[in-house]
């Protein structure tokens, strides 16, 4: 619907385990982000990619390693998380012509359950 | 620092009345501020953006907002509420620090359109 589409929708899993999150953008975009929705609390920018480099760590535990590959695809692996990470994580990209301007558009998010 | 408040957690509306959902923000220099709506296990949707030029803002599905700068408000609002209208809207400003694209988002508040 938005042209950021991102898998997988729902995850479960125990702390011990290594897991990756997908989003890939179809809008032509340059620019893709991670931020986290948590319950009672405003969306929190994680990581930003701008022409696949890293422009943006807003001090993120390193349990938590984004990977861009290339300008339509965005990972972030998980490892050793703890209860407090589940949440909603989100993806977005924009355009990228002035980070400052751009409007972002949004994927559906997965929803992390940590065990 | 900058920031964005919404002071309602829930604004309840009668469809076919107009409806208001309040912003307020805290920015040094010109802010950009944006609107996005978020439907139950979506991702968010965005709604409108204020630049520059023309205080009223006409966005997406009849929604419009008015830049106040005295006011320092970006309130949403829409002549005539319908009950589909009913979900969880953010407000948002632009971090111009370091140019990384970074939103900063309010808390969101429900809005509750009733038939």
């Known amino acids: 619907e938005t042209g950021v589409t991102q898998t997988p929708r729902h995850l479960v899993m125990g702390m011990t385990n290594k897991k990756s999150l997908k989003c890939e953008q179809h809008l032509g975009h340059n620019a893709m982000y991670w931020y986290k929705q948590s319950a009672k609390k405003p969306l929190e920018l994680m990581f930003v990619y701008s022409l696949e480099e890293r422009v943006e760590n807003n001090s993120v535990p390193s349990r938590f390693s984004p990977e861009c590959p290339n300008s339509s695809h965005l990972f972030l692996h998980l490892h050793t998380l703890q209860p407090e990470d589940s949440a909603l994580y989100l993806c977005a990209s924009s355009q990228d012509r002035d980070l400052s301007t751009d409007t972002q558009y949004f994927g559906p998010g997965t929803r992390l359950t940590v065990l | 620092a900058q920031s964005v408040a919404q002071p309602e957690d829930q604004v309840n509306v009668a469809e076919g009345n107009p409806l208001t959902v309040k912003c307020t923000y805290s920015?040094?220099?010109?802010?950009?501020l944006f609107w996005y709506v978020q439907y139950p296990n979506r991702g968010l949707q965005f709604l409108l953006k204020y630049i520059t030029g023309d205080n009223l803002v006409k966005g997406s599905y009849g929604f419009e907002a008015e830049f106040n700068k005295s006011q320092t408000s970006f309130h949403l609002k829409k002549p005539s509420a319908l009950v589909s209208d009913s979900a969880l809207y953010f407000c948002a400003v632009r971090d111009r620090v370091g140019n990384t694209g970074k939103l900063i988002f309010g808390q969101g508040t429900t809005l509750q359109v009733k038939p």
């Open positions: 920015v040094s220099g010109n802010p950009y």
